[in-house]
T-cell receptor, first 114, second 114 residues
Framework: AQSVTQPDIHITVSEGASLELRCNYSYGATPYLFWYVQSPGQGLQLLLKYFSGDTLVQGIKGFEAEFKRSQSSFNLRKPSVHWSDAAEYFCAVGTYNQGGKLIFGQGTELSVKP | ETGVTQTPRHLVMGMTNKKSLKCEQHLGHNAMYWYKQSAKKPLELMFVYSLEERVENNSVPSRFSPECPNSSHLFLHLHTLQPEDSALYLC?????????????FGPGTRLTVL
């Protein structure tokens, strides 16, 4: 069965520290991978996506993610976290033959310490 | 108005009430989605519409009834809900029903069923 796992429910980092949020997927077909962010009281906003090509993708707000097929992972990184990055982050996966249907992970809540 | 809007933002209803959630997208998109977001659970795709036709219904109970009168509007009609239906209901839209197309989310309706 298709699934997305975000092993960390909640992460706290200090402002200015680096960040890595983990995402593992289980998918039979070539995956399309996404990271979304949800700030309190807001809908989800797309940070970045990977379809093919260079396995390191750049997104908005200084985020990047690396696709590792051998590990079935698509981890999100940021070299220096800002207080405004505190939010919930969702990894999602889809496939070409399923239209717009995405499978989401349960999310990782990020807190930022001053 | 820009993007995807949802009304109301908050709704409290009894189990015998009938209410409707409204979503409107101002992006000229052809596909629209309803998601349910419960605490600490992955987003659940409920319904998908493409060009006003329902193309996905993920085993959602009949007490939830979607309606898409045109490509800009999407409704979710609610009746005889259960307390476990309390959640954040998110609407999204995309240019086409294709995995490559970014989904744009509204801020959601926070539903509480008493």
């Amino acid at each position: 069965a298709q699934s997305v796992t975000q092993p960390d429910i909640h992460i706290t980092v200090s402002e200015g520290a680096s960040l890595e949020l983990r995402c593992n997927y289980s998918y039979g077909a070539t995956p399309y991978l996404f990271w979304y962010v949800q700030s309190p009281g807001q809908g989800l906003q797309l940070l970045l996506k990977y379809f093919s090509g260079d396995t390191l993708v750049q997104g908005i707000k200084g985020f990047e993610a690396e696709f590792k097929r051998s590990q079935s992972s698509f981890n999100l990184r940021k070299p220096s976290v800002h207080w405004s990055d505190a939010a919930e982050y969702f990894c999602a996966v889809g496939t070409y033959n399923q239209g717009g249907k995405l499978i989401f992970g349960q999310g990782t809540e990020l807190s930022v310490k001053p | 108005e820009t993007g995807v809007t949802q009304t109301p933002r908050h709704l409290v209803m009894g189990m015998t009430n009938k209410k409707s959630l409204k979503c409107e997208q101002h992006l000229g998109h052809n596909a629209m989605y309803w998601y349910k977001q419960s605490a600490k659970k992955p987003l659940e795709l409920m319904f998908v519409y493409s060009l006003e036709e329902r193309v996905e219904n993920n085993s959602v109970p009949s007490r939830f009834s979607p309606e898409c009168p045109n490509s800009s509007h999407l409704f979710l009609h609610l009746h005889t809900l259960q307390p476990e239906d309390s959640a954040l209901y998110l609407c999204a839209s995309s240019q086409e029903l294709a995995v490559q197309n970014e989904q744009f989310f509204g801020p959601g309706t926070r539903l509480t069923v008493l």
